[in-house]
């Protein structure tokens, strides 16, 4: 599996951001997607998931009502928008993908495929 992720940049606190996350290869197994975040010296934190069976979206509570997930079924692709950007949400956002379900959804350790990242800067 390749995931090929797209958006991110820099913009002011309240803007809108959207990030893109094109999965490829063999994916017709896809248990989940999501994006997980990380900065300097700080481990890599959940941020949004999707379960691909179900469509069922989870949210970290630091972006619950300001991210939303949609699902692209003819691309293949997870979109995640950003809206009422805050400085605390800069960072490395990486995309992910799954086949297991075994494990939380929200667990990093679950996911085997990642995306290069893409940086997203919020300044005051």
């Known amino acids: 599996v390749q995931l090929a992720e797209s958006g991110g940049g820099s913009v002011q606190a309240g803007a809108s951001l959207t990030l893109s996350c094109t999965a490829s290869?063999?994916?017709?197994?896809?248990?989940?997607m999501g994006w997980f975040r990380q900065t300097p010296g700080k481990e890599r934190e959940f941020v949004a998931a999707?379960?691909?069976?179900?469509?069922?979206?989870y949210y970290a509570d630091s972006v619950k009502d300001r991210f939303t997930l949609s699902r692209d079924n003819t691309k293949n692709t997870l979109v995640l928008q950003m809206d009422s950007l805050k400085p605390e949400d800069t960072a490395i956002y990486y995309c992910?993908?799954?086949?297991?379900?075994?494990?939380?959804?929200?667990?990093?350790?679950?996911?085997?495929?990642w995306g290069q990242g893409t940086q997203v800067t919020v300044s005051e």
């Open positions: 992910a993908h799954r086949f297991e379900g075994t494990h939380p959804i929200r667990s990093p350790e679950s996911y085997r495929y």
């Open positions: 290869g063999r994916t017709l197994s896809t248990f989940a």
């Open positions: 999707m379960n691909w069976i179900n469509e069922n979206t």
